[in-house]
């Protein structure tokens, strides 16, 4: 990983402060929603509702590399370890006699969107009963080949149902002005951050997929405020001034890596040393990229829907091989790696296949490697690095032939 | 009266031979060979010891995962209900049975009536299993034996995770590849096993007190980690 | 003995699912698969295909394992096996219902991978309690109705689909009214030969089973009632699988009365409306079948039906057969669990799977469960 950030001292107040203010606000009487990723938390934000995220908490257990300790506390309760390593940290804390990165925050309410997957669903449901908090599930049919008028009615109808939820469960009114406004920050916010984004495309590149995995913090949880603007300029202006005084990620960049599609968490260094030891560099995952929108303030619900349905999350086999080789492309790599994440079916089924088209369609090598996000009770470091160590003999190989 | 408890477990079989209740004969071998002959040969030896023959027996209950091919058993018992059975004879007093056998770990709680109140097993996988031991024993090329007393000499284990045997195996290995101490490896192996049992046993919440079987009882650092996981 | 003639056509049929689509396509008629669990036959009938289930397979597996990792659940990795295999050459169509991640993305895979003619993916909404989900539903019917007119070539009437729509009512009712008499006359057929009954109306033409489960429903009632002493379970879950399972249940004095099973009475579900629009008929049947891990109302929450499940059946204990990896299962499984010890009712979860399940494990398990319920051996 590059050098420290200066803006690393200012995440960490952020999150901190995020940690904080959920008690905070709901003694101020501000209702604690938790909420999904990829989920239109305009809304949300737009409501005077506070979002948490739960699978925030589990990122951070598995960074923290505490994962396997409190999802034995689930499984002790009859989750079996075969089930998400975020849920399993989410729901272990919630049965466990010790919190070694704080503790979940109770929700007032839960609202959860299933495009990323089924898991985040069963999971709501779950701790909707464990607190007795209600539950309101806004459903996204898979987008398998063509996007569907059928799909986007669904989903602007929900949302509309939604708010209705919302004002009944909370009382607080939806205002669409209001909406508005945050809907330009959201915009802005994601605007800056994928401009930092690209900067990894530059070679040498000052910044790479795994500090982005770091930074990435406020785009999934102050989307829609201030905060995320104000954050992602300073990280623009750091990373510019980088560039300027030639400060590079790794210091002998000599491949572009595309990696798909989450790190492991718990051994983020260890992968982000061992590309570094072979002059490789990761410069894009769709995974960073799943902010990458910007919404028309004309059509409020509409461009909500279309933002938050037509991602790749709720895509199919062939958008998502699309858009691989789009990033590739873009960030002229060398090479893919593939990540068959044993906590999440969906982003892992059909990798297999996708590795094979993908490496006839652009004639670079690719590997895919088998562990899990968060749980390293699943992690052989051994069999990891032979497959990419290989890998890496492919990509000289590649390179003294001159394809490079 | 006499009557007869055969139990045909993966790695061994045992026979308890009673009269009027009381425990008169017992015996353990390993289990060898076919089920059917083996399970008799085994009985016939203990009836010797005490002069008797297979028709001086009023019944003969077998168990253990072969018991369904002991062919002149009258009854097949799971040993799950036998466990909470024989601790009428050996402690009333206790509600918990932790088995740790060849194939599978068990808990059993037993109610006041020494009825079986309900039980859990592990899943299929071998990790938290007599098994799992002995695969380790053979990665580090230390007889199962000894495999409890050098882990007593640790002082500070190795973190293993044991979610599946295949994987723990490549870890250990790794970790001997490292230069790891063996013995630090072994106790970490211990206690892994123990926080699966422990793990498996919160399903049925444990009450006091509690009785170890099986041949995992035998590990004494095994028992030990056991102890400690549950306070 | 005529009972046991009619079961053996049934356990035929189970035996060689894929005879009747086989001797279909032969004949000239196009074949449309469909994947557990909820696709509506009833509009494949009526576009004038033969619908089958693809229900996995108990054989070894091997040729799935270059497409999907080992931890999806070996019901789809067995149906995408059968696929590779050439086994389901027969197919023109295949249609995949999202149900779960694993169904999800199987599609893709099985679009690349295999060359089925016509491939669909039945995309369900998963919240079943507001108005939006009846609204949608309708219009995917629609879709999934055009697509299978272009698979066909045959427009699917009003009048066809009402027609179809009445076959499979009659279907239902006859495989209710069975449920109903083993529930009362349990010593009458065993708990397998009723489940295969089932199971074989998902590869056989429907008006020839209802046929013979009439026909089984006459012969059964002549039988004197006996008084079975047997422990009385519930099963919930997937899929019956490995049939084993069912005779062991038996053999350790138990008998199977009650189930939400995908190939068991989640099957049957409530009839469809003929009297108006059909469509919404068909969506109205989706929204209001058994609560399922896959699509959970909110409002009917399962843990309660499920409670009502064993008492309405007079069952003395629950039965959990869950999939090894199937998620929605297991995400409910510790309030499923809580529930039942709440109302006093004795549970066990078995986990299993197609192909490799230890037998000798699930025998303990289980023999253990009925010793703890009082049965035979305590």
Redesign the interface.
């Known amino acids: 990983m590059s050098a420290p950030f200066k803006t690393a001292g200012l995440l960490k107040d952020l999150m901190a402060q995020y940690y904080a203010k959920g008690e905070e606000n709901r003694k101020l009487g501000i209702p604690v929603a938790w909420v999904t990723a990829v989920f239109p938390v305009e809304i949300i934000y737009a409501m005077d509702i506070f979002p948490y995220y739960p699978e925030n908490f589990g990122a951070l257990a598995a960074a923290r590399k505490v994962a396997d300790k409190l999802s034995e506390y689930g499984e002790q309760q009859g989750y079996y370890n075969d089930l998400c390593g975020y849920a399993r940290c989410g729901i272990g804390d919630t049965y466990a006699d010790e919190h070694p990165v704080g503790k979940i925050l109770p929700p007032d309410l839960l609202v959860c969107c299933n495009t990323q997957c089924g898991s985040l669903p069963k999971w709501f449901e779950a701790a909707g009963r464990y607190h007795q908090a209600p539950y309101f599930l806004l459903d996204s049919p898979l987008i398998e080949g063509e996007v569907s008028s059928l799909g986007k009615a669904y989903f602007v109808e929900q949302l509309w149902e939604m708010v209705d939820f919302l004002e009944k469960t909370t009382g607080n009114k939806f205002d669409l002005n209001r909406l508005t406004e945050v809907l330009k920050l959201a915009s802005e916010a994601t605007r800056l951050w994928n401009d930092c984004l690209d900067m990894a495309a530059l070679k040498p590149a000052p910044f790479g997929f795994f500090d982005a995995c770091f930074h990435m913090a406020p785009i999934v949880t102050w989307r829609g405020t201030q905060v995320a603007v104000d954050y992602y300029k300073a990280l623009k202006e750091e990373l510019d001034e980088r560039v300027a005084k030639g400060v590079t990620a790794i210091p002998n960049e000599r491949f572009k890596i595309y990696f798909d599609h989450i790190p492991v968490w718990p051994r983020l260094r260890w992968f982000s040393d061992l590309f570094a030891d072979h002059d490789a560099l990761v410069v894009a995952s769709q995974y960073t990229h799943s902010w990458a929108h910007k919404f028309d303030l004309s059509r409020p619900m509409e461009s909500l829907a279309e933002v938050y349905t037509e991602q790749f999350v709720n895509r199919g086999f062939e958008y998502r091989i699309k858009l691989k080789m789009e990033f590739m492309e873009r960030y002229n790599c060398d090479g893919f790696v593939l990540f068959s994440n044993r906590s999440c079916k969906p982003n892992s089924f059909g990798l297999y296949d996708k590795r094979q088209v993908i490496a006839e369609r652009t004639g670079k090598p690719g590997v895919v490697f088998e562990a899990d996000m968060s749980d390293q009770r699943f992690f052989s470091a051994g069999q990891i690095q032979t497959r990419l160590e290989a890998f890496f003999e492919q990509l000289e190989q590649n390179s003294r032939r001159g394809k490079t | 009266m006499y009557v007869a408890g055969i139990d045909i477990g993966s790695i061994y079989s045992k026979v308890v031979i009673l009269q009027d209740n009381q425990l008169i004969a017992s015996l353990v071998q390993r289990t060898g060979g076919e089920i059917k002959t083996a399970s008799r040969r085994i009985l016939e030896e203990a009836l010797e010891t005490l002069g008797l023959k297979l028709y001086d027996l009023a019944a003969v209950v077998a168990t253990g995962y072969g018991r369904i091919s002991v062919p002149f058993a009258e009854k097949q018992v799971t040993e799950i209900t036998c466990f909470g059975r024989a601790m009428v004879h050996l402690y009333p007093e206790v509600r918990t049975v932790i088995d740790i056998g060849g194939q599978d770990s068990k808990g059993i709680k037993i109610d006041e009536n020494h009825k079986v109140e309900d039980f859990v097993m592990n899943d299929k996988c071998a990790a938290g299993t007599g098994r799992f031991l002995e695969v380790m024993a053979n990665a580090l090329e230390v007889s199962l034996e000894d495999m409890g007393p050098l882990a007593l000499q640790s002082k500070s284990p190795e973190v293993i995770g044991i979610t599946c045997t295949v994987f723990a195996e490549s870890q250990v290995v790794s970790l001997v590849a490292e230069g790891r101490s063996k013995i630090d490896i072994i106790a970490g192996i211990h206690q892994a096993i123990a926080e699966r049992i422990y793990g498996m046993l919160k399903m049925i919440k444990i009450e006091d007190r509690i009785a170890v079987t099986g041949g995992g009882a035998k590990n004494i650092a095994l028992v030990k980690a056991l102890e400690k996981k549950i306070g | 003995m005529v009972i046991d003639d009619l079961l053996k056509r049934f356990n035929d049929v189970v035996a060689d699912p894929y005879a009747e689509a086989r001797k279909r396509r032969e004949g000239g008629q196009k074949v449309i698969g469909w994947l557990p669990t909820d696709v509506p036959e009833e509009l494949i009938h009526a576009a004038g295909a033969f619908p089958v289930g693809i229900l996995g397979t108990n054989e070894p597996i091997h040729l799935a394992d270059?497409?999907?990792?080992s931890?999806?659940c070996s019901l789809m990795r067995g149906c995408l096996e059968q696929g590779l295999k050439g086994t389901l050459d027969f197919l023109n169509g295949i249609i995949i219902p999202?149900t779960?991640?694993?169904t999800?993305?199987?599609?893709?895979?099985w679009?690349?991978?295999l060359k089925t003619p016509y491939i669909d993916?039945y995309?369900m909404?998963?919240?079943v309690d507001?108005?939006?989900?009846r609204?949608?539903l309708k219009?995917?019917l629609a879709?999934l109705k055009s697509n299978l007119e272009e698979c066909t070539g045959q427009l699917v009437t009003d009048k066809a689909l009402r027609e179809s729509i009445k076959i499979y009512n009659a279907n239902r009712l006859a495989m209710r009214r069975l449920y109903e008499f083993h529930g009362t006359n349990t010593g009458v057929i065993s708990s397998r030969a009723l489940y295969t009954v089932i199971k074989a109306a998902m590869f056989m033409d429907k008006a020839e089973h209802t046929a013979l489960v009439e026909e089984l429903l006459q012969e059964i009632g002549k039988v004197e009632p006996r008084n079975d002493e047997r422990i009385r379970l519930t099963l919930s879950g997937g899929v019956w699988e490995p049939p084993e399972i069912l005779e062991m249940i038996e053999e350790l004095g138990g008998v199977v009365v009650a189930d939400d099973l995908l190939t068991g009475a989640r099957y049957l579900g409530p009839d469809v409306d003929t009297t108006g629009d059909l469509l919404d008929a068909l969506a109205y049947r989706q929204l209001n079948r058994i609560p399922f891990?896959?699509f959970?109302s909110?409002i009917r929450g399962r843990s309660t039906f499920l409670v009502e499940l064993v008492r309405g059946a007079r069952a003395q204990g629950m039965v959990f057969l869950h999939l090894?990896?199937c998620?929605?299962e297991?995400?409910?499984?510790?309030?499923m669990?809580k529930a039942m010890t709440e109302a006093g009712i004795p549970s066990i979860?078995l986990?299993t799977e197609y192909a490799n399940t230890?037998l000798?494990?699930l025998?303990?398990?289980l023999?253990?469960f009925m010793?703890?319920m009082g049965g035979n051996?305590?």
């Not at chain 3, 270059?66 to 990792?69: E, T, Y």
């Not at chain 3, 297991?330 to 309030?335: L, Q, S, T, V």
Request: aromatic fraction near 8%.
């Open positions: 270059a497409h999907l990792q931890w999806a999202h779960c991640d694993t999800r993305m199987l599609v893709g895979i679009r690349h991978a993916n995309l909404p998963r919240q507001r108005p939006s989900a609204t949608y219009g995917e879709r891990g896959g959970d909110t090894k990896f998620e929605p297991n995400y409910d499984y510790r309030d669990r979860r986990e230890s000798g494990q025998r303990t398990r023999q253990a010793e703890m051996g305590s």
